[in-house]
């Protein structure tokens, strides 16, 4: 039976790969997007409109959602975006509205599909998340706690789901190549003086890492391993030296500190 999937955020980035690798391979994927007219005639599957921050938009979307099919294998959720700056000059409202994406949306729209895989007693939830859910670096502080929020919510919820054999795991990217640092909302930087010289530093890392970025494949092939297995991880970091980077965290955290620091004082 072919597999219905819905992935959010499928007009660009990883979502946009990720559909066109899964509809290639036979699957019937379903995408969303916030101005999907942009898009439709662009794309070979199925495009619906949705903004995860608007509950009136995930209403309208779950009866349009309903209406094309009546069963859903596999959520990915993808869509969100990146706040970037130093956590104290981050202006408290930009954070909350970093949450609201990144956190809320995607248990929204969760919650809203969750009537349909318990309906059918089996489904698939993969939630893209970043390495930053896993650890903390200067100047991402909202966009990590985002992340780390959403990492909590889905190791809680997964045991919850496991009654009706309903799948959960999460990926965990470091820096790829795609719109996500075009598309970053920076804070409004220089309010502080006494970070003048680090938050010059920290700019200057994150950028670097967005340009060494590696290509956004491992990404979505990550994903499509998660889909074609009986038996998918809960936790699946991807991309160079993401092993290194938990053992050190785990293991040997003064290292792991130590590392952080030369990375920004070194960019």
């Given at each position: 039976?072919?597999?219905?999937?819905?992935?959010?955020?499928?007009?660009?980035?990883f979502?946009?790969?990720?559909?066109?690798?899964?509809?290639?391979?036979?699957?019937?994927?379903?995408?969303?997007?916030?101005?999907?007219?942009?898009?439709?005639?662009?794309?070979?599957?199925?495009?619906?409109?949705?903004?995860?921050?608007?509950?009136?938009?995930?209403?309208?979307?779950?009866?349009?959602?309903?209406?094309?099919?009546?069963?859903?294998?596999?959520?990915?959720?993808?869509?969100?975006?990146?706040?970037?700056?130093?956590?104290?000059?981050?202006?408290?409202?930009?954070?909350?509205?970093?949450?609201?994406?990144?956190?809320?949306?995607?248990?929204?729209?969760?919650?809203?599909?969750?009537?349909?895989?318990?309906?059918?007693?089996?489904?698939?939830?993969?939630?893209?998340?970043?390495?930053?859910?896993?650890?903390?670096?200067p100047?991402?502080?909202?966009?990590?706690?985002?992340?780390?929020a959403?990492?909590?919510?889905?190791?809680?919820?997964?045991?919850?789901?496991?009654?009706f054999?309903?799948?959960?795991?999460?990926?965990?990217?470091?820096w790829?190549?795609?719109?996500?640092?075009?598309?970053?909302?920076?804070?409004?930087?220089?309010s502080?003086?006494?970070?003048?010289?680090?938050?010059?530093?920290?700019?200057?890392?994150?950028?670097?890492?967005?340009?060494?970025?590696?290509?956004?494949?491992?990404?979505?092939?990550?994903?499509?391993?998660?889909?074609?297995?009986?038996?998918?991880?809960?936790?699946?970091?991807?991309?160079?030296?993401?092993?290194?980077?938990?053992?050190?965290?785990?293991?040997?955290?003064?290292?792991?500190?130590?590392?952080?620091?030369?990375?920004?004082?070194?960019?």
């Amino acid at each position: 039976m072919t597999k219905t999937v819905l992935i959010t955020g499928a007009s660009s980035g990883f979502g946009l790969m990720l559909a066109n690798t899964l509809h290639q391979r036979g699957f019937n994927v379903i995408g969303t997007s916030r101005e999907p007219e942009k898009y439709a005639d662009k794309v070979p599957f199925k495009l619906l409109r949705l903004n995860i921050d608007d509950d009136n938009s995930i209403r309208l979307f779950m009866g349009e959602l309903l209406r094309l099919t009546k069963r859903l294998d596999v959520l990915v959720n993808n869509a969100g975006y990146m706040v970037t700056g130093l956590a104290e000059e981050t202006p408290l409202e930009l954070g909350r509205q970093q949450f609201e994406t990144n956190f809320w949306g995607t248990v929204k729209v969760t919650n809203a599909l969750l009537p349909v895989f318990r309906k059918q007693k089996q489904g698939q939830i993969i939630t893209v998340s970043s390495i930053v859910g896993l650890i903390g670096t200067p100047n991402l502080s909202y966009y990590t706690a985002s992340k780390h929020a959403v990492e909590g919510y889905f190791k809680c919820l997964r045991f919850e789901l496991d009654q009706f054999n309903i799948k959960v795991s999460m990926v965990e990217p470091v820096w790829f190549k795609t719109n996500l640092g075009q598309h970053a909302v920076s804070a409004a930087n220089g309010s502080i003086a006494d970070y003048d010289a680090f938050r010059k530093q920290a700019n200057a890392a994150t950028q670097k890492g967005l340009d060494e970025a590696q290509a956004p494949e491992a990404v979505v092939h990550s994903i499509t391993r998660l889909i074609e297995t009986k038996e998918p991880r809960f936790s699946n970091p991807v991309g160079k030296m993401t092993g290194m980077i938990l053992f050190l965290q785990s293991y040997a955290p003064k290292m792991f500190e130590g590392a952080i620091l030369k990375s920004v004082r070194t960019a």
